[in-house]
T-cell receptor
Framework: QKEVEQDPGPLSVPEGAIVSLNCTYS??????FMWYRQYSRKGPELLMY????GNKEDGRFTAQVDKSSKYISLFIRDSQPSDSATYLC??????????FGQGTRLTINP | KAGVTQTPRYLIKTRGQQVTLSCSPI?????VSWYQQTPGQGLQFLFE???????NKGNFPGRFSGRQFSNSRSEMNVSTLELGDSALYLC??????????FGSGTQLSVL
């Protein structure tokens, strides 16, 4: 079993929809949680960074972490075609190695 | 401020050869990490260097090695290349508050 599990999709939604992306993890020692966005032939770009449980909002993006259920979520409001990319969740204990989910390929249809 | 720079962008090698990839971190960042990304395994941690010392290592064979120079630039070497080493190799540098920023990667194809 992988330490961070993520449904690879693909996920296709119409423009303007609310997108929900989710991951689960198994290592209770994880304290830092991240979401990265990766466009084709590019490196991952940091979207959201969260410490411990709670919500964090940045524009159209909201990250949620529930440590009791070991669940990580990313919500995208008013989705745009430019949001089409692969979204990767990641977790780590501290300044250690980042453990990534498999990535979810998202397409926003105009 | 310039981002993480990786060279070369693309590389084609044959089995048995060795390869060296280069990474320049964001100015002021002292930690450099390397990751391998493949369609089947996703992103996997190779190693991390901090102030020229390897601080962390993933589960890769000894054919994969790296080093970091006094100016924080880093190189990764893979010896005796295998077909399965074909991947996107990503370098990342870490801020003082621990956020990790990635370069665009080196796409390695082993024939």
């Amino acid at each position: 079993q992988k330490e961070v599990e993520q449904d690879p999709g693909p996920l296709s939604v119409p423009e303007g929809a609310i997108v929900s992306l989710n991951c689960t993890y198994s290592n209770s020692a994880f304290q830092y949680f991240m979401w990265y966005r990766q466009y084709s032939r590019k490196g991952p770009e940091l979207l959201m960074y969260t410490y411990s449980s709670g919500n964090k909002e940045d524009g159209r993006f909201t990250a949620q972490v529930d440590k009791s259920s070991k669940y990580i979520s990313l919500f995208i409001r008013d989705s745009q075609p430019s949001d089409s990319a692969t979204y990767l969740c990641a977790a780590e204990q501290g300044a250690q190695k980042l453990v990534f989910g498999q990535g979810t390929r998202l397409t926003i249809n105009p | 401020k310039a981002g993480v720079t990786q060279t070369p962008r693309y590389l084609i090698k044959t089995r048995g050869q060795q390869v060296t990839l280069s990474c320049s971190p964001i100015s002021g960042h002292r930690s450099v990490s390397w990751y391998q990304q493949t369609p089947g395994q996703g992103l996997q941690f190779l190693f991390e260097y901090f102030s020229e010392t390897q601080r962390n290592k993933g589960n890769f064979p000894g054919r994969f090695s790296g080093r970091q120079f006094s100016n924080s630039r880093s190189e990764m070497n893979v010896s005796t290349l295998e077909l399965g080493d074909s991947a996107l190799y990503l370098c990342a540098s870490r801020t003082a508050n621990e956020k990790l920023f990635f370069g665009s990667g080196t796409q390695l194809s082993v024939l």
